[in-house]
């Protein structure tokens, strides 16, 4: 039985397939080009690329069978799915962050600008805060420079941009990397295939840690 | 016409003939019923109104809650089917959702004898909806005894209650080293979340990380359950998974999952749940099935007719002459005008224009 797999596109997609490559999982890694969906000479995957942040959609819904996401993406959205293995690509870290010299004032509505709705809510919820949340798109750096805000919560890998905006990190939330997810009915009638994926990439991922 | 009946009357049939009673639910029920046990239900979040008299009533978010409050025998056990609407939030629509749900409930002086049967119409409901079918098994019992031995202090608890559900094989390094768990723990962790999938390999893998008395009982009864099925067709069915949680202030026992291929989630929930009925010896068993996409994928052939008759300015007293005579030979027919058969009628046999 094929196993149908949902990659985000994007660098992390072509980390992913060269591992599937070195897994012995694919045999041929074709360029993707406009190209959606393809075919491995396998017979064994068929996997098509999507937008990162839709990556547990497909596969909670089924339509894929096993996916790559970033754990910020699953965090946020909270998809029914297994979380099978830590795939240690695509590493950064969830972080508070604010303009250099800002000091927080603890009686005071915190204004949290952020892509990454959910994520900030549960992380002020956890320590009673009160705040407003600021959803944005992008550029959320942007954001405390204009004074639209007083943090942010966003991603932070190298910190260039920080740096380079004058700002810094207050607190670390979470260590991110990405994931290999499944549907939960394809776990139970693929079993096997969906095993052979997790242990074979499991091996090569502990071999190259 | 494709020869499959309904599956609702399938079903009730099914639990009929198991001696179980037909129960209909009133269409709305006092939010106070809901609100006092909140975390049973999937969502707290339910459709509510006032009532005439003022009273805040709501629109059926469950049916099992109202079973159990309102049919329990005094001595005995009560055996209960339905089918009903029950109205809940969608995630991915962001508004709310009828769904409907086909299922059972027993209630009352629970032994293993009532719940292997709850177990065999859970399967065998599975089994009406045609398709390739999985009945997964596991025992809050079991899983708590573990999160117990292993885990010290409610966080961590949660979070290695979160890793087996999720099956974060991935985590279970990261939570060894940040509670400084023993090295044996996190191997113990990730046994259970990779049981092997054939049932007996799997509680005998599981029965070496069974932790206190409870969790060996879970096991046992597992086993009992396991070995009543071998021999039937139903014996490869059988999964043991312990990513199947339930809430413990409600679950106290075996709990249920059954998963049709083809459909993405799990379409059968169920288990047993005596701290629900909250009387001393007193206990309960059942499961709900959700219909409406079994019905989509393997029942939805019905809609189309054998026969099309495509009429065009007809004697309207032949034309229903003829389609009744076909009609008593069998074959459902329908009318349409004038070329106008859309796809939904294209399967069945056209007869064009009865002058």
């Known amino acids: ?209 | 016409m494709t020869e499959k009946k309904d599956l609702k009357w399938e079903l009730e049939a099914l639990y009929a003939s198991y001696g179980y009673e037909k129960y209909r639910m009133a269409g709305f029920e006092e939010y106070a019923l809901y609100l006092e046990n909140k975390s049973f239900l999937t969502s707290d979040k339910m459709i509510t109104f006032n009532d005439l008299d003022g009273r805040l009533m709501a629109l059926k978010p469950d049916v099992t809650l109202s079973i159990v409050k309102n049919a329990l025998p005094a001595s005995g056990v009560g055996k209960y089917y339905y089918t009903e609407s029950v109205f809940r939030p969608n995630r991915a629509s962001d508004g709310f959702k009828e769904l409907t749900q086909t299922g059972l409930e027993a209630i009352g002086d629970i032994d293993a004898v009532t719940v292997t049967e709850a177990v065999e119409l859970a399967l065998k409901s599975l089994e009406h909806a045609g398709g390739e079918y999985v009945l997964v098994l596991s025992d809050v019992r079991f899983t708590e005894g573990l999160v117990h031995a292993v885990g010290k202090g409610a966080e961590l608890k949660e979070e290695l209650r979160d890793v087996i559900a999720k099956k974060r094989t991935g985590e279970v390094e990261k939570i060894s080293e940040k509670y400084s768990l023993r090295k044996g723990d996190a191997k113990t962790i990730s046994e259970v979340i990779n049981l092997p999938p054939e049932p007996l390999k799997a509680l005998d893998k599981a029965s070496k990380y069974a932790f206190g008395k409870e969790a060996n009982i879970a096991i046992d009864e597992l086993r009992a359950l396991v070995c009543a099925f071998s021999g039937t067709r139903y014996a490869k069915k059988i999964q043991i998974d312990f990513s199947i949680t339930g809430n413990t202030n409600y679950y106290n026992g075996i709990l249920f999952s059954g998963y049709i291929e083809g459909i993405a989630g799990g379409v059968l929930k169920g288990g047993r749940y005596d701290k629900l009925v909250g009387e001393e010896g007193k206990g309960a068993v059942g499961f709900a099935l959700y219909t409406d996409e079994i019905t989509e994928k393997y029942f939805s052939e019905a809609r189309f007719a054998d026969v099309v008759i495509d009429y065009d300015g007809t004697d309207i007293g032949k034309l229903l002459a003829s389609a009744n005579a076909l009609r008593a030979g069998g074959k459902s027919v329908t009318l349409v005008r004038g070329g106008k058969a859309d796809y939904k009628f294209r399967k069945g046999e056209l007869i064009k224009n009865e002058r």
């Open chain 1, 1 to 209: 039985m094929s196993v149908n797999i949902a990659l985000p596109k994007g660098r992390l997609a072509d980390k992913t397939l060269e591992l599937m490559k070195k897994a012995g999982i694919l045999k041929k890694v074709e360029d993707a080009g406009r190209k959606l969906v393809f075919e491995d000479e396998s017979g064994f995957v068929r996997y098509f690329l999507v937008k990162p942040w839709d990556v547990p959609v497909y596969v909670e819904r089924g339509v894929a069978d096993i996916g790559v996401a970033g754990k910020d993406i699953i965090t946020e959205n909270t998809p029914d799915v297994y979380e099978l293995l830590d795939l240690k690509t695509g590493k950064c870290r969830m972080c508070v962050c604010a303009k250099n010299g800002y000091v927080d004032r603890p009686g005071a509505t915190l204004r949290v600008a952020t892509k990454f709705v959910n994520t900030a809510k549960g992380y002020y919820a956890s320590m009673g805060r009160r705040i407003e949340i600021i959803k944005l798109n992008g550029s959320i750096e942007l954001a405390p420079l204009m004074d639209m805000s007083d943090v942010i919560v966003d991603l932070v890998e190298t910190g260039t941009t920080l740096k380079e905006n004058d700002m810094r990190v207050v607190t670390i939330i979470a260590e991110i990397s990405a994931r290999l997810i499944a549907n939960k009915a394809s776990y139970r009638f693929k079993r096997e295939e969906i095993d052979r994926i997790t242990s074979e990439l499991g091996a090569l991922i502990n071999e190259n840690n």
